[in-house]
């Protein structure tokens, strides 16, 4: 169930809310995870993480939309993010994931069967004609491809090999040629490079050619590989049964969200008090964290909820929680908050506990 636009749909559409609370993307949620919502051994919020394994870990994927979806929520955390600590391994974990993905949408074509063996064979050595021809073993697996009746399991597993060996390896020799450039360019050989590696040059020329390149493949294999994405989505992800099962998810998703946002004593108590920490957090609350009973919470929310969503005014103020905030909020914080704790909570389901929520809520299931 591919949730995350769903997620970020629902957030930058909320009725008059702000830039700066828009928005959500997993790998920015991720940053969020780390630093507010994780608790540490310390028994408070936020791990001791290093800045290069942040950088790697937000960078893993695309820091905004294509349609342009604002994000501004995530800006108090990309502000202790920044260039200076990238690193090559960070950037290859990124390239990985691409890689798994061609993989992935090979194996629902075949798992779905919304492509005959032949055609994707077909298209495969049509694309990486020149590629195929560097190793014996990809004649023999296309050979058995081809030749052998082949059970589903045994066909994603060949067609793994076939694939992932081939990316792999083109990426590697992209970067072989990388380093080699680096030790070439102002003469810096092979005996220098050790003692230059910190360099601001080597540390420009890297960033030059892998942050902004945005790839570690070659300008010619890259092309390749945006063909080859092409096919798979016209193939996969533009598919009829795809397209229902992603329908199904958003709608599974709009639904949770609008059984909270109404009712938000439906979610669990570790999920109530995370809305105390948010309002706290978010609001910049300095009041020291108690450890607050749920039921206490949920005596404040029984008592304000339904008049808050009926107020028009969303600067009017209420005393919700002022025992616990020692101030009195906005119908707009309110809301805006709780339709961020609410997104923490459905953003950390898996499919299976999404889909048994949904039914608990509208089906039949207790």
């Given at each position: 169930?591919?949730?995350?636009?769903?997620?970020?749909?629902?957030?930058?559409?909320?009725?008059?809310?702000?830039?700066?609370?828009?928005?959500?993307?997993?790998?920015?949620?991720?940053?969020?995870?780390?630093?507010?919502?994780?608790?540490?051994?310390?028994?408070?919020y936020g791990l001791d993480i290093s800045k290069k394994t942040l950088w790697g870990i937000v960078n893993h994927s695309s820091l905004e939309y294509k349609d342009g979806s604002k994000l501004g929520?995530?800006?108090?955390?990309?502000?202790?993010?920044?260039?200076?600590?990238?690193?090559?391994?960070?950037?290859?974990?990124?390239?990985?994931?691409?890689?798994?993905?061609?993989?992935?949408?090979?194996?629902?074509?075949?798992?779905?069967?919304?492509?005959?063996?032949?055609?994707?064979?077909?298209?495969?050595?049509?694309?990486?004609?020149?590629e195929l021809k560097t190793k014996k073993m990809y004649g023999k697996i296309i050979d058995r491809i081809e030749s052998e009746n082949l059970t589903k399991s045994e066909l994603i597993t060949n067609?793994?090999?076939?694939?992932?060996?081939?990316?792999?390896?083109?990426?590697?020799?992209?970067?072989?040629?990388?380093?080699?450039?680096?030790?070439?360019?102002?003469?810096?050989?092979?005996?220098?490079?050790?003692?230059?590696?910190?360099?601001?040059?080597?540390?420009?020329?890297?960033?030059?050619?892998?942050?902004?390149?945005?790839?570690?493949?070659?300008?010619?294999?890259?092309?390749?590989?945006?063909?080859?994405?092409?096919?798979?989505?016209?193939?996969?992800?533009?598919?009829?049964?795809?397209?229902?099962?992603?329908?199904?998810?958003?709608?599974?998703?709009?639904?949770?969200?609008?059984?909270?946002?109404?009712?938000?004593?439906?979610?669990?108590?570790?999920?109530?008090?995370?809305?105390?920490?948010?309002?706290?957090?978010?609001?910049?609350?300095?009041?020291?964290?108690?450890?607050?009973?749920?039921?206490?919470?949920?005596?404040?929310?029984?008592?304000?909820?339904?008049?808050?969503?009926?107020?028009?005014?969303?600067?009017?103020?209420?005393?919700?929680?002022?025992?616990?905030?020692?101030?009195?909020?906005?119908?707009?914080?309110?809301?805006?908050?709780?339709?961020?704790?609410?997104?923490?909570?459905?953003?950390?389901?898996?499919?299976?506990?999404?889909?048994?929520?949904?039914?608990?809520?509208?089906?039949?299931?207790?």
């Amino acid at each position: 169930m591919n949730g995350e636009d769903s997620v970020n749909e629902k957030l930058i559409k909320l009725d008059k809310m702000e830039e700066k609370d828009k928005g959500f993307k997993h790998n920015l949620q991720a940053l969020r995870i780390l630093k507010d919502l994780t608790m540490n051994y310390k028994g408070t919020y936020g791990l001791d993480i290093s800045k290069k394994t942040l950088w790697g870990i937000v960078n893993h994927s695309s820091l905004e939309y294509k349609d342009g979806s604002k994000l501004g929520f995530y800006d108090r955390y990309l502000k202790k993010v920044s260039n200076k600590n990238w690193t090559i391994e960070a950037l290859v974990v990124k390239d990985a994931d691409e890689i798994a993905q061609r993989h992935h949408d090979i194996e629902d074509a075949i798992e779905l069967e919304l492509i005959p063996k032949k055609d994707l064979l077909e298209k495969i050595k049509e694309i990486f004609e020149t590629e195929l021809k560097t190793k014996k073993m990809y004649g023999k697996i296309i050979d058995r491809i081809e030749s052998e009746n082949l059970t589903k399991s045994e066909l994603i597993t060949n067609y793994s090999k076939l694939i992932v060996d081939m990316y792999v390896s083109e990426y590697i020799k992209s970067l072989e040629n990388l380093i080699m450039e680096l030790n070439e360019r102002e003469e810096i050989c092979h005996n220098e490079f050790r003692k230059n590696v910190k360099s601001n040059y080597l540390k420009e020329f890297c960033r030059e050619q892998l942050i902004e390149k945005n790839t570690g493949f070659s300008k010619e294999f890259e092309k390749k590989d945006k063909k080859f994405q092409e096919f798979l989505k016209n193939v996969v992800l533009n598919s009829q049964s795809v397209q229902m099962m992603d329908g199904k998810g958003k709608y599974i998703i709009r639904r949770l969200f609008q059984a909270y946002f109404t009712n938000p004593q439906q979610m669990p108590d570790k999920t109530i008090k995370t809305f105390l920490r948010n309002l706290r957090l978010l609001l910049e609350i300095k009041k020291k964290q108690e450890d607050i009973i749920p039921s206490f919470i949920r005596n404040e929310i029984e008592r304000y909820h339904k008049r808050i969503l009926k107020e028009e005014k969303v600067d009017k103020k209420f005393d919700v929680f002022a025992k616990f905030l020692e101030k009195k909020i906005t119908v707009y914080e309110y809301k805006v908050i709780l339709m961020r704790t609410i997104t923490d909570y459905i953003a950390g389901m898996t499919d299976k506990y999404a889909l048994k929520q949904y039914e608990i809520l509208y089906g039949t299931a207790y």
